[in-house]
């Protein structure tokens, strides 16, 4: 048997002093991701350190007029919550996207920034993989590869990063704000997750002995024009093949500001600051949101069963900017596309 | 009289089921059990060049690692794998037999250890070398190895020449993908030894098919062995043919003397059977008025190497509509992965489907309403046999599901009807599917108390069998619902044939009934003897059982109660088996009838499809149960 060691995080300080401690360590919260990529053994923590105990499950108000969530707190929680709903909307929206009921009342909201790819081929032991196993190779390049990515790929690895909830913090310019034994530190949403270049193992900036303790929002929460759509192969319980996070502050018709995320087409969720430039000062309609789709997907590129990623981002991003600018934000419940 | 018949009845274990206290074939436990886990083969096509147990050996609780090497006897004979329901044409699958690899996910070790964790990681330390061969698994692979049936039914007519001379002229392809069952519950086995007889639990749609290959495959005897399945989470088919849990469960049991549980993961169940991808040709030739000269529908479907799977896709073409003439051809694609299996109305849902597709082309290039077109081309006659059925009413079926639906609305020009952004398409079909009755044996035994249990080997796989055999056996022997226990999936009762086919409600009925009859003939030889029997001079068909009585039909007040009846005849029980045995009448067709409407609205742009309204009217005869049968569509 592969065993492990189980210890609880007594505080934060305490969690980072056993990581740091222990390589193959891991942090376990709602286990939604972990627990199954243990069972697959494709994850083999040598300890299992329980963070969620841990006071990290609060939503505060910052003085930049934004809100700092903790990251222990369940995406449920954090969907449903009147500040979350009122002011991010898109953020709920997103994670409403996502999973399942159940899945949403356990995971965490720092876990949703970590969870891994669903590529077949990382959860498949009989296939070499470059995430999983560095330098043995990518089945998914030459493989069955309709649901990978089409920007920001790489030799060594066409995964894509799995959530709903990150393209929604990618647009609203989220800040992860971390600790380890060097002390507190914040990073950029943009500057969180790594493109798989030749390091596909490593998912994200975060350092080995660090644990994510927040989640801030600045105080643009865009909530009067903005909209996550969601395409899949089913309607409900899947995960994206294209999904868009589009956030527009209109002044009479007119872009003032824009925010455009894509989920589903690459390592991380893609944003390009370019294209949200591009778009500022533009009629809010068809030509300019073609235009941004276009620039935002110009180096995309599609492997033997993905190809038809890039027409339909396409055409996502012209109606997600569409729904936002019409304020009528596509609904996770009724499935109608509007 | 039948108050309980036809009515919508709640399933009577649906509280055991939704409480936990239906047990599955992973949950019975006994003492000493050992736990099994399967290692799969990685390649689809080969030899095991080596297998090397010893490092799974090493892990602290491993019992065993049984191989094709190492394991005890099994037949050697492939007649001996042999069921009541695989093909006739092949040599049957034999779990852990030898060296060969034949599909992708077969077993080819079993670690038995003290706790199913320690089983399943042991698996993952077997290490296997293969010699690989190259294998096919595309269906579309040109240079496949393809076997030519037998027509699936006589043709008739020149179906070539009239449809040459036809007016309008439809010729489609469409292709099934291959589909898994993969039920709820997963597929396991729990073989309890106990002084080298062994009970298997398993989970299966016939118990007794399952009892015969095993004593079969191993040699038991039949009273060595025993196998129970008495409650099932979902099968689809997949259950008809035993599956390898139950071969590999009793295999270790018997080398290791000891009570052994094999549960299957997930991702193995994808191993073991599937609807077979097709691709159905039909070629309809329709003269303007809108009758149909001719049908010519082909099929070609997957199966394995081993064995050759066919079932009817393609007669129900030339059976459904009216046609002067009519060809079919099945064609089987050897391929490298297991042999297919009954799933689902099998063959009807792959053909059916190609069938309903075609029409609806033939629908529009005569610009006639696709239920018009379908009362046009109506036959009251199987063509196949001419014969006529012993009930068809699928006109009602068209009728009231149009009426439902609101079929008259429908505007027929393509893309003419929108609601939003989206099109709203609004399509129809029939189905088809036989209406089988099959010999089946059940047994009452009737208690004194006003009692009866009732016994079959069949199953229920979710349909409802419990409870439609209360309702039958509450109605035939006059008793109230809750004074029936029905007991089925347990080998050594009357025997019944696997679950499947859709004939088991209208076999395991008749069986009742025939019980039944045997009862209240001995119930009434007992009231007879009574001292003033006001039952006396009447033969059997004069009296009814009804309400716990034995009653003069014509004088409800001239009755012996059950209790009383058996305390005459100074007995505690009365027990009677009986069959119902179907004659092989081919002077009818047998079929049930559907007409399906639904309503897709389809997002253009982004390409979404939603399903949003399903209307389903369904002609399948006398309806035992209104609740189980609409659960049923």
Redesign the interface.
Known sequence: ??NFQYSRASDVADAVRQISAERAAKFIAGGTNLIDLMKE?VERPSRLIDISRLPLKTIEETEDGGLSIGALMSNSDLAYHPLIAQRYPLLASAILAGASAQLRNMASAGGNLLQRTRCAYFYD??TPCNKREPGSGCSAINGVNRMHAILGTSHACIATHPSDMCVALAALEARVRVTGTAGDRVIEFADFHRLPGKTPQRDTNLRSDEIVTAIELPAQGFAANYTYLK?RDR?SYAFSLVSVAAALELESGTIKEARLALGGVAHRPRRDAAVEAALRGQPAGRIAFAHGADMLLRDARGFAHNGFKIE?AH??IV?ALTQAAQSTPQSQSD???? | MAPYIGKPTSRVDGHAKVTGGAKYAAEFNVRDLAHASVVTS?IARGRIARIDPSEAMR?E?VIDVLTHRNRPPMAASASAYRDDVGPENGSPFRPLYNDKVAFSRQPIALVVAEQP??AR?AA?LVRVDYEENKHVTDLFRRGNKIVVLDDPAAPRGNAGKAYAESNVRVEAQYFVPMEHHNPMELYAATAVWEDGKITVYDKTQGVQNVHRYLCSVFGMKPDDLRVLSPFVGGAFGLGLRPQYEAVLAVLAARALKRSVRLVLTRQQMYGLSYRPATIERLAIGANAAGTINAVTHEAIAITSRYEDFARNDTAWSGLLYKSSSARYSHKLAKLDLPTPSDMRAPGAASGVYALECAMDELAVALNVDPVELRYRVYSDRDQNNDVPFTSKRLRECYRQGAQAFGWDKRNPAPRSMRD???LVGWGMATGVWEALQMNTAARIVLTANGHAEVACGTSDIGTGTYTIMTQVAADMLGLPLENITVKLGDSVQPQSPVEGGSWTAASVSHAIAAAAAEIKRELLRLAKAAPESPLRGLKVHDVALADGNLADRRDARRFVSIADAMRYGAMERLEKESSADFKDDSAYARNTHSAVLAEV?V?E????I?VTRIVSAVAAGRILNTKTARSQI
């Open positions: 048997m592969i053994d032991l009989a395409i309607l339909l055409r996502c109606r499935k109608r596309i509007r | 990685a892990v609780g964790e320690i990681f993952s939003g952004g989206e609205r997002d742009e982004l390409g979404v939603r």
